[in-house]
């Protein structure tokens, strides 16, 4: 944000790797949480809230495949898998044995690490475009199996329905009770990936990315390490699953293929490789960039066009210009909107004087 | 930096401007009618005509004065055949204040179904979704309207039958596409061939459906069925019947589900002469010998427009009017219930249970939507390749509704 940091010395290890690096994050905090828990569902249509929703999901699945991809440098292709897993999972647990959330919820996300721990397992011996292939080996096999296996996807149609989640008597099921339900999962996923990445095995994650065998020789475990990041990015997507699950009430495979696990990579190369900022970032932008871009062209055609011609022009401009920003802003900033925004930070701060 | 950030707000001033002003004010006699719609997707081949066809319709009521009075709006949204898209949509049609709204794409209805029943908006799946949506009671805001997956099974075995004179000893090969939707008839099939007495096997094709060579081989080499029911999406059909053909099998008895049926699928097999004999299941009329595609071509003659080419693709745009179609008749019964007030999507629900008997010149089947049944009736006709073009070869029928009936009353019991 842009605070002031003049006459602020940090003078232990501790100060300089705090969550609030100065006093006033503080404040900013307390801000951004009264913005988002009381101000925004009391004077936002539902409809935003919808969107925000989804963003929040999305949020959380983009963090752990950034602590996967860019933390410690392990591509996946595999993320949507993992989700899947989490998906059903819970959805299981949830029909057949009448679980509440807060049950499915963990259930889930651990069910999707230990197979994640498993898809992981050939990045010890390879890495970049081979475990790229190796991950997206392991998409088709848990799409195949949740496919046709009965047991996990419930008969032909491979989707479970499951009720809304609820807490004590209390069930979520409007948009405004989901946002809460969904904000709560995303700012938890945000401090913990915060804390996780300023820890020990934070660090450790960076330092098998920036050089493996330097790692090693400093006494990193790497193989312990890498396969902690899969089992630690699997976790967020198989919690991002159940959110999926139990916004949607229905578990259903299709919304899971390679596709998604494409988008979660736009996310986070868009918004910022290894940074929680950037995370949601991506996250944001990949969700709302085509909402908005509709919904300016629906305004701006409605001048010239009447409704039908609009939509036959919307589709494909729209993924044009999706596309088109995608490629400017990676132009303008290789380092994706995280750096961006640190860029338009750094000129604010020393402005008026250019540095 | 200093003008990246100067043009960056820029940005930003515009958007804001063209947001606040670009709101219009509505007419006062309006109804909304939303529809999804996948123009960029997987499933685009549909998509880019089915709903042109769609928005033609609406255009025409419209022209002629609208509903009951009402003028029509519709919004459509591209949901890409995802998800999340497709939630984002339903709310935007919520706040607009759709009466109801079109669903595209089978996860789409799936992850919507309970949405809708929350927000009490009918949403409309034709050929999508799952084949339990027929019952009204379990899903009370999801129509499919027209023959769902189960329903055209039946009616592929009823259609077998006919053709073989008995299928007891005989031998039918399905080939589908490997995903949910590809399985969903199977249920069907396999207790027909029980109660029918014929040797049912299964094919196959995993996605995309582009490589079928081995399961094609499979089916003409070694089981040599009588009859082969093919339920294949997108660009598979093509290669389906390219294969069969190469490998000498008559298309006369491969008949092929909705998705396997447009006139595209059969020109990308290498024409229509070389389908000769190919027969597909339609849950609309085909052909433009329907007054009211004579109407839509009318309209676009009195304005001085040209044809739009999507009308030449008539299996999947026909599907668009006939989806249009009966939102206007739900309306309609629905503000001449509450006479002429305008309706709610409440009392549109009931106007959609309450169409019977209107068939708009043949285009749509002879069905009838109760509170029970969301289907209506679960009608199809069977339109075979003929001389170069789709003939139709036979009329509306219900194949083996008993069977179909039985198996979406078990399903709800299961829930």
């Given at each position: 944000m842009f605070h002031r940091e003049s006459g602020i010395f940090k003078t232990t290890y501790a100060g300089d790797m705090a969550l609030y690096p100065l006093p006033i994050a503080k404040w900013t905090v307390a801000v951004l949480v009264l913005v988002f828990v009381v101000i925004l569902p009391l004077t936002v249509h539902e409809y935003y809230l919808s969107i925000l929703n989804l963003i929040f999901i999305a949020i959380v699945g983009a963090l752990g495949l950034n602590i996967l991809v860019g933390y410690t440098g392990q591509i996946s292709i595999g993320h949507a898998a993992f989700m899947s897993v989490g998906a059903y999972t819970a959805a299981n647990l949830a029909v057949r044995m009448d679980l509440p959330f807060w049950i499915t919820l963990p259930a889930g996300g651990l069910m999707a690490a230990a197979i994640g721990v498993v898809v992981g397992m050939p990045s010890l011996r390879i890495k970049g475009l081979y475990l790229a292939i190796a991950t997206l080996a392991g998409q088709l096999i848990i799409e195949w199996t949740i496919n046709h296996v009965p047991a996990i996807s419930g008969g032909a149609q491979a989707s479970i329905e499951v009720d809304r989640p609820s807490l004590f008597g209390f069930s979520f099921d409007t948009q405004h009770r989901l946002y809460y339900f969904?904000?709560?999962?995303?700012?938890?996923?945000?401090?913990?990936?915060?804390?996780?990445?300023?820890?020990?095995?934070?660090?450790?994650?960076?330092?098998?990315?920036?050089?493996?065998?330097?790692?090693?020789?400093?006494?990193?475990?790497?193989?312990?390490?890498?396969?902690?990041?899969?089992?630690?990015?699997?976790?967020?997507?198989?919690?991002?699953?159940v959110l999926y699950t139990y916004y949607f009430g229905i578990a259903n495979y299709e919304q899971f293929q390679l596709i998604v696990s494409i988008d979660y990579l736009a996310m986070i190369i868009i918004g910022g490789l290894g940074s929680v900022l950037g995370s949601i970032f991506g996250a944001i932008f990949v969700t709302l960039l085509p909402i908005v871009i509709r919904i300016l062209m629906e305004d701006v055609g409605a001048l010239f066009f009447t409704q039908a011609e609009i939509a036959n022009v919307i589709s494909g401009l729209r993924l044009g210009v999706f596309g088109g920003l995608i490629i400017f802003f990676l132009i303008v900033e290789p380092e994706g909107l995280n750096r961006l925004w640190r860029n338009i930070r750094s000129y604010f701060r020393v402005w008026p004087f250019s540095y | 930096m200093t003008r990246f950030v100067r043009s960056w707000l820029g940005i930003a001033a515009t958007t804001a401007t063209l947001t606040i002003g670009g709101g219009q004010a509505f007419a006062q006699k309006e109804l909304v009618f939303g529809l999804q719609c996948d123009r960029t997707?997987?499933?685009?081949?549909?998509?880019?005509?089915?709903?042109?066809?769609?928005?033609?319709?609406?255009?025409?009521?419209?022209?002629?004065?609208?509903?009951?009075?009402?003028?029509?709006?519709?919004?459509?949204?591209?949901?890409?055949y995802k998800v999340p898209p497709a939630m984002e949509a339903h709310e935007r049609f919520k706040k607009e204040g759709a009466v109801l709204e079109g669903i595209y794409g089978t996860p789409q209805t799936a992850a919507l179904n309970k949405k809708l029943e929350e927000d009490k908006i009918l949403g409309t799946s034709p050929g999508f979704g799952t084949a339990s949506a027929a019952d009204g009671k379990r899903y009370p805001y999801t129509f499919?309207?027209?023959?769902?997956?189960?329903?055209?099974?039946?009616?592929?075995?009823?259609?077998?039958?006919?053709?073989?004179?008995?299928?007891?000893?005989?031998?039918?090969?399905?080939?589908?596409?490997?995903?949910?939707?590809?399985?969903?008839?199977?249920?069907?099939?396999?207790?027909?061939?029980?109660?029918?007495?014929?040797?049912?096997?299964?094919?196959?094709?995993?996605?995309?459906?582009?490589?079928?060579?081995?399961?094609?081989?499979?089916?003409?080499?070694?089981?040599?069925?009588?009859?082969?029911?093919?339920?294949?999406?997108?660009?598979?059909?093509?290669?389906?019947?390219?294969?069969?053909?190469?490998?000498?099998?008559?298309?006369?008895?491969?008949v092929g589900l909705v998705w396997a049926s447009a006139e595209a699928d059969?020109?990308?097999?290498?024409?229509?002469?070389?389908?000769?004999?190919?027969?597909?299941?339609?849950?609309?009329?085909?052909?433009?010998?329907?007054?009211?595609?004579?109407?839509?071509?009318?309209?676009?003659?009195?304005?001085?427009?040209?044809?739009?080419?999507?009308?030449?693709?008539?299996?999947?745009?026909?599907?668009?009017?006939?989806?249009?179609?009966?939102?206007?008749?739900?309306?309609?019964?629905?503000?001449?219930?509450?006479?002429?007030?305008?309706?709610?999507?409440?009392?549109?629900?009931?106007?959609?249970?309450?169409?019977?008997g209107f068939t708009l010149g043949g285009l749509v089947p002879p069905m009838e939507i109760t509170p029970a049944d969301h289907e209506g009736g679960g009608w199809v006709q069977i339109w075979t390749v003929k001389g170069g073009k789709l003939v139709r070869s036979k009329d509306w029928f219900q194949g083996f509704r008993a069977v179909i009936q039985k198996h979406v009353a078990e399903d709800a019991k299961k829930s």
């Amino acid at each position: 944000m842009f605070h002031r940091e003049s006459g602020i010395f940090k003078t232990t290890y501790a100060g300089d790797m705090a969550l609030y690096p100065l006093p006033i994050a503080k404040w900013t905090v307390a801000v951004l949480v009264l913005v988002f828990v009381v101000i925004l569902p009391l004077t936002v249509h539902e409809y935003y809230l919808s969107i925000l929703n989804l963003i929040f999901i999305a949020i959380v699945g983009a963090l752990g495949l950034n602590i996967l991809v860019g933390y410690t440098g392990q591509i996946s292709i595999g993320h949507a898998a993992f989700m899947s897993v989490g998906a059903y999972t819970a959805a299981n647990l949830a029909v057949r044995m009448d679980l509440p959330f807060w049950i499915t919820l963990p259930a889930g996300g651990l069910m999707a690490a230990a197979i994640g721990v498993v898809v992981g397992m050939p990045s010890l011996r390879i890495k970049g475009l081979y475990l790229a292939i190796a991950t997206l080996a392991g998409q088709l096999i848990i799409e195949w199996t949740i496919n046709h296996v009965p047991a996990i996807s419930g008969g032909a149609q491979a989707s479970i329905e499951v009720d809304r989640p609820s807490l004590f008597g209390f069930s979520f099921d409007t948009q405004h009770r989901l946002y809460y339900f969904l904000l709560f999962f995303a700012a938890i996923a945000i401090v913990a990936t915060l804390n996780l990445v300023r820890s020990r095995i934070g660090r450790a994650f960076v330092a098998v990315r920036d050089q493996d065998i330097a790692a090693e020789i400093i006494g990193i475990d790497i193989y312990r390490y890498k396969l902690l990041a899969f089992a630690i990015s699997s976790f967020y997507a198989g919690v991002c699953g159940v959110l999926y699950t139990y916004y949607f009430g229905i578990a259903n495979y299709e919304q899971f293929q390679l596709i998604v696990s494409i988008d979660y990579l736009a996310m986070i190369i868009i918004g910022g490789l290894g940074s929680v900022l950037g995370s949601i970032f991506g996250a944001i932008f990949v969700t709302l960039l085509p909402i908005v871009i509709r919904i300016l062209m629906e305004d701006v055609g409605a001048l010239f066009f009447t409704q039908a011609e609009i939509a036959n022009v919307i589709s494909g401009l729209r993924l044009g210009v999706f596309g088109g920003l995608i490629i400017f802003f990676l132009i303008v900033e290789p380092e994706g909107l995280n750096r961006l925004w640190r860029n338009i930070r750094s000129y604010f701060r020393v402005w008026p004087f250019s540095y | 930096m200093t003008r990246f950030v100067r043009s960056w707000l820029g940005i930003a001033a515009t958007t804001a401007t063209l947001t606040i002003g670009g709101g219009q004010a509505f007419a006062q006699k309006e109804l909304v009618f939303g529809l999804q719609c996948d123009r960029t997707g997987p499933t685009a081949t549909v998509g880019t005509v089915l709903c042109p066809g769609y928005h033609d319709y609406i255009a025409l009521v419209n022209s002629k004065g609208g509903v009951e009075g009402y003028k029509i709006k519709v919004l459509e949204i591209d949901n890409e055949y995802k998800v999340p898209p497709a939630m984002e949509a339903h709310e935007r049609f919520k706040k607009e204040g759709a009466v109801l709204e079109g669903i595209y794409g089978t996860p789409q209805t799936a992850a919507l179904n309970k949405k809708l029943e929350e927000d009490k908006i009918l949403g409309t799946s034709p050929g999508f979704g799952t084949a339990s949506a027929a019952d009204g009671k379990r899903y009370p805001y999801t129509f499919p309207i027209a023959a769902s997956y189960w329903s055209q099974a039946g009616a592929a075995v009823a259609y077998a039958k006919e053709k073989l004179g008995t299928l007891k000893g005989k031998k039918i090969a399905y080939l589908f596409y490997d995903n949910p939707a590809g399985k969903e008839p199977l249920p069907i099939l396999e207790d027909l061939a029980k109660s029918e007495g014929f040797e049912m096997r299964t094919f196959a094709v995993p996605a995309p459906g582009l490589e079928m060579g081995a399961q094609i081989l499979d089916i003409t080499a070694r089981f040599k069925p009588d009859f082969i029911i093919a339920h294949l999406f997108g660009r598979s059909p093509s290669v389906a019947i390219k294969e069969l053909k190469g490998k000498g099998y008559p298309l006369s008895k491969v008949v092929g589900l909705v998705w396997a049926s447009a006139e595209a699928d059969i020109i990308a097999a290498g024409g229509m002469g070389v389908a000769e004999g190919y027969n597909t299941i339609q849950f609309a009329g085909v052909g433009k010998d329907f007054q009211v595609i004579k109407d839509i071509e009318a309209m676009y003659k009195a304005q001085g427009k040209p044809m739009p080419k999507e009308m030449d693709s008539t299996v999947y745009y026909n599907r668009g009017v006939l989806i249009a179609a009966l939102h206007v008749e739900a309306a309609r019964n629905a503000i001449k219930a509450k006479g002429g007030a305008a309706p709610n999507s409440e009392e549109v629900k009931k106007g959609m249970e309450s169409i019977k008997g209107f068939t708009l010149g043949g285009l749509v089947p002879p069905m009838e939507i109760t509170p029970a049944d969301h289907e209506g009736g679960g009608w199809v006709q069977i339109w075979t390749v003929k001389g170069g073009k789709l003939v139709r070869s036979k009329d509306w029928f219900q194949g083996f509704r008993a069977v179909i009936q039985k198996h979406v009353a078990e399903d709800a019991k299961k829930s």
